[in-house]
Each structure stands twice: as structure tokens, then as C-alpha cells.
């Protein structure tokens, strides 16, 4: 495995940075994330991790790590309690994302020293070209080139951890890997509290209507929240059911007088 990872100041904070076991499992997640989206083989499954994420088994991890598999699940349940990570299962495998990996490990847009270099680079060579009026100009420009690159990558991030969020209350997680960052930032466009009204009317309604299959994440995140948006959702109006037929005859059932009854029966009882 090739390149390198950052580490951000802000991890002496951290809680895991006292313990040193919990810090070496940390940076090893670090350490085995990916990148850049690729495809990747697991058994006879064909799946596609994006950046930030990696195949995640206990054994395989506690031979690398020089730890027992109950102490590496442990440390890994750990992580995803401080919310640094999170963690999609099935019966075979799992797949662990690094939260806020973009914000924190991008190579091209959370460098300020590089962005400023091109400004900077930009600037000279067209310093001797303009009046200083206009040099004041371009470097307003300049700067504020800078401040919406540098907001982008908070965007992101921030767009990322909502879909987190999200989806850990999603009912049905699958398809995670098909939802694009296109669709994470138009969900966080849309707001946290809106896609969780959202979501809780999409609930309601199948538990309403059992008949209805319950979509799968990708599916609901894409498009299938829309409906459920505030201005488009329509309450469905409650359909009264139909009482059910006697189990013995299809004829509709009467009203009898009891207490003439038995006194015909009486009287025949009599006369017999």
C-alpha cells in the first residue's frame, strides 16, 4: 500500500489520544482507507468503496494489528461510539467510512499552502501588466477565490456527515455506495430537519400500508425522499375497511325479536 495520510492537530484532544492501543487502531484505519473510489473484490462479491473506506474483518485486522479479534471489535465499536466512524454490515463482511475523511485528508482542495501558491503564482505574473488599481482588484478576486474553494471542502464534509446521520436512521441500509456526492449535497441542501420529516412520513406511510415494500437507502436517497418533502407531501386519506363477510353465509344478516320467538316455539310446543 502507497501514500500517506494526515493527521490534524486536533487529535491530542481526542480521548483515544491517552490510550496509546486505541490511538494504534485509529491510525490503522487511517492507514487502510482508500483514497479514491475503486472497486474491490470480497469472496465472489464485486463491491466499490469509496475514499475514506475499507473492507473491514476482525481476524484478518487482528493479525495485522498484533491483537486478539474481541479486542479489535471492541476498539472498533469504540470508534463508531465517538462517532469517527461508521459501519456498514452484512452477514459476511463489513464496510468502515471514515468520518469527515474529505474535510480532513483531501489532497487537492484542503491544502491551503497550495491554493494560496497559485494565487500567489497567478498574482506575480500579472503584476507588472495591470495598474495598481487593478492589482487591488484581482487580489479581492484572488482571496475570494480562495474563501469559496476552502468553503466547497466545508461544504462537503459537512454534506457527508449529514448523509451519516441519515442513514444510520434509514431502516433499509442498502445501496450506500450508489448515493453520489451530487445527492449528498443536494440533501444537505435541503436541511437535516426537512429530510428527517421526510423520512418519518415515509415510515408512518408503511406502517400504514404493510403491503408496501420499504425502499432500499439508495433508492430513497436519490429520489424517493422527494414525495415526502414538505411541499410536496400529501397525507393519504385513511381508507375505512370493509367488515368482512359471515364466515358461514354470504346473506346479508337480520335483526329478530328474541323474546317472540321463543314464545312461538312455546306455543307450538303446546299445541303439539
Known amino acids: 500500500m502507497e501514500g500517506w495520510v494526515k493527521l490534524h492537530r486536533k487529535l491530542l484532544e481526542a480521548t483515544i489520544f491517552q490510550n496509546p492501543n486505541l490511538l494504534k487502531f485509529w491510525i490503522w484505519c487511517l492507514l487502510k482507507a482508500s483514497h479514491k473510489e475503486h472497486k474491490e473484490r470480497v469472496g465472489l462479491q464485486e ?101 469559496n474553494e476552502k468553503k466547497d471542502i466545508l461544504c462537503k464534509a459537512d454534506a457527508n456527515a449529514l448523509f451519516e446521520r441519515l442513514w444510520k436512521a434509514y431502516p433499509n441500509k442498502r445501496g450506500k455506495g450508489q448515493v453520489s456526492d451530487a445527492k449528498k449535497k443536494k440533501i444537505a441542501e435541503i436541511g437535516e430537519e426537512e429530510m428527517q420529516r421526510a423520512m418519518a412520513r ?53 335483526d329478530y325479536d328474541y323474546d317472540e320467538l321463543e314464545k312461538q316455539l312455546f306455543k307450538r310446543q303446546i299445541g303439539g
Request: proline share 3%; net charge neutral.
Open 202 to 254: 415515509y415510515i408512518e406511510e408503511l406502517e400504514q400500508q404493510t403491503w408496501k415494500k420499504t425502499q432500499n437507502g439508495s433508492t430513497f436517497f436519490n429520489s424517493g425522499y422527494i414525495d415526502y418533502l414538505d411541499e410536496n407531501y400529501e397525507k393519504p386519506a385513511v381508507i375505512a375497511q370493509k367488515p368482512k363477510n359471515n364466515q358461514f353465509h354470504n346473506f346479508e344478516e337480520r
Open 47 to 147: 463491491i466499490t468503496l469509496h475514499s475514506g473506506q475499507f473492507v473491514f474483518g476482525r481476524n484478518k485486522a487482528a493479525l495485522e494489528l498484533d491483537m486478539t479479534p474481541s479486542t479489535v471489535y471492541k476498539y472498533l465499536k469504540i470508534m463508531e461510539k465517538e462517532q469517527l466512524i461508521t459501519i456498514e454490515s452484512n452477514n459476511k463482511f463489513s464496510v468502515v467510512s471514515i468520518v469527515k475523511w474529505e474535510f480532513y485528508q483531501s489532497e487537492d482542495k484542503n491544502c491551503d499552502s497550495k491554493v494560496t501558491a497559485n494565487v500567489a503564482t497567478k498574482k506575480q505574473q500579472s503584476d507588472s501588466k495591470v495598474t495598481p488599481k487593478e492589482q487591488q482588484s484581482n487580489t479581492n478576486k484572488n482571496e475570494k477565490n480562495v474563501k
